[in-house]
């Protein structure tokens, strides 16, 4: 851990931002003066550090792509200084009440940032509402910030290729909006495995839940199979019968499927714009995890829904009353039998 007066390469802490099991962030001033933020990755290879030098992700200047503008070694582990950024994630902002129209200007947005990547060869693969920030312009109006465009798929390809590389990090950090072949398979997934990320964080947005919130790792990774979800317009009758389908087009299980580029996706979201208004009516908030009130359902750590009343929980409830009956005939029956001896 780095502290306040360390100096690393040619950059000096100034503060610590945050500190986490998958992640290092600190405040740092560069030689030129400007403060910057310097992400640890939790991994480590001197391969991998060299690999990010030569991957174009360097001063990247799209307007809704948070930029890298150095990568130094930290003992092995890669080190990205970036523009800081304060800003709070799209995970808070969706906490709060918006209208149709302004999340999708936001997500256009988000989309606008993925096209450009694509353009470059690069991907995401870990495209969530904690890896996107929403800052605000000085008219009023939100734009996203989009983190960590291209690290992914080079750590996880550093990974296959065995370049010496230890983690702390065996796979995904969250499954939940990952393409089914990127689940298994990171180090193969392409472009359209961040089209499908995309389907889940408009689905998200709009929704006001996760297409497959309260499913463990094993039950996810079934139900994206078999896209097993509640079709969007189902959870918010004011979505444009258009979008649904866009969302359903986005989270096709079969790569071939989907909706194949962040450019395309741009272009039927235009269509859909001027064909159609979706209006501006709430976003469904009260069904949002983390607006969720007390009893009607349980949070996960990741912030997402676990439904109150499900299947499994039914299931479960019913084992246990099972469970405790037979206990208790078994308490009458010694009894009897004590009472008889």
């Given amino acids: ?44 290879s001197p391969g991998l550090t060299q690999s990010i030098r030569d991957a174009n992700l360097l001063g990247l200047t799209h307007p809704n792509v948070v930029a890298i503008h150095d990568v130094i070694d930290m003992e092995g582990s890669p080190g990205l200084v970036c523009d800081i950024s304060d800003e709070m994630t799209l995970r808070n902002w969706l906490a709060e009440p918006t209208t149709l129209d302004v999340s999708m200007a936001l997500f256009c947005g988000i989309v606008s940032a993925v096209a450009y990547g694509q353009e470059l060869g690069l991907l995401h693969l870990e495209l969530r509402a904690g890896t996107i920030r929403v800052s605000t312009r000085p008219n009023g109006t939100f734009f996203a910030l989009v983190e960590g465009l291209g690290i992914t798929k080079l750590v996880f390809t550093a990974m296959q290729d065995k370049m010496g590389l230890s983690t702390s990090k065996g796979g995904l950090a969250e499954p939940r909006h990952a393409a089914p072949e990127a689940i298994r398979k990171p180090h193969l997934a392409d472009a359209r495995s961040d089209m499908y990320s995309l389907g889940c964080l408009l689905y998200e947005m709009l929704g006001g839940a996760h297409p497959f919130a309260g499913l463990g790792y094993y039950d996810l990774y079934l139900a994206k199979r078999e896209e097993r979800y509640v079709a969007l317009n189902e959870i918010n009758a004011a979505v444009d019968p258009n979008l649904n389908e866009i969302v359903a087009d986005l989270l096709r299980a079969a790569p ?23 209006g501006s009516s709430l976003r469904p908030v009260e069904k949002h995890p983390l607006s969720a009130k007390e009893g009607d359902a349980a949070v996960m750590s990741g912030g997402y829904l676990v439904p109150a009343k499900t299947s499994g929980s039914t299931d479960r409830r019913l084992m246990w009353a099972v469970a405790l009956g037979v206990a208790l005939a078994g308490i009458v029956l010694l009894a009897a039998v004590l009472w008889l001896v």
């Fill in 256 to 278: 071939d499927a989907r909706i194949q580029s962040a450019a395309e996706l741009l272009e039927r979201l235009d269509s859909l714009e001027q064909g159609s208004a979706s």
């Fill in 1 to 44: 851990m780095l502290q306040p007066g360390d100096q690393v390469d040619r950059y000096v802490v100034s503060h610590m931002i945050e500190i986490s099991s998958s992640t290092e962030r600190y405040c740092v001033n560069a030689p030129d003066g400007a403060v910057r933020m310097l992400e640890v990755l939790p991994v480590s």
